[in-house]
Nanobody, 122 residues
Framework: QVYLVESGGGLVQPGGSLRLSCAASGSGFYRNAMAWFRQAPGKEREMTATIDYVGDTPDYAESVKGRFTISRDNAKNMVYLQLNGLTPEDTAVYYC???????????????WGQGTQVTVSS
């Protein structure tokens, strides 16, 4: 069992930055693939970034490539998402997820956090 708690969301102006954190507890975190998904109002939850248990070769949605960076610290059981160059289209609830393997599909991820709200507005 893995428990996930996100933090770091908030209100930011267009062009601004945020760093989201996901604290994991439970056993076997270091073996899990990790991901950030996001869900905007009225839209499906979509993959934003994924990272394997080693931390190599992260994968990103096209809409965030070059602006967002996912990273992990297995010693601290933490996963991060650095958000730069934010636009109003990035407004969403951001969720941390853990699973056995990376996937773009929500159904493949086993454990989820409660989400943290990111609002980009002037």
């Amino acid at each position: 069992q893995v428990y996930l708690v996100e933090s770091g969301g908030g209100l930011v102006q267009p062009g601004g930055s945020l760093r989201l954190s996901c604290a994991a507890s439970g056993s076997g975190f270091y073996r899990n693939a990790m991901a950030w998904f996001r869900q905007a109002p009225g839209k499906e939850r979509e993959m934003t970034a994924t990272i394997d248990y080693v931390g190599d070769t992260p994968d990103y949605a096209e809409s965030v490539k070059g602006r967002f960076t996912i990273s992990r610290d297995n010693a601290k059981n933490m996963v991060y998402l650095q958000l730069n160059g934010l636009t109003p289209e990035d407004t969403a609830v951001y969720y941390c997820a853990a699973g056995n393997a990376r996937s773009n599909y929500r159904s493949k991820w086993i454990y989820w956090g409660q989400g943290t709200q990111v609002t980009v507005s002037s």
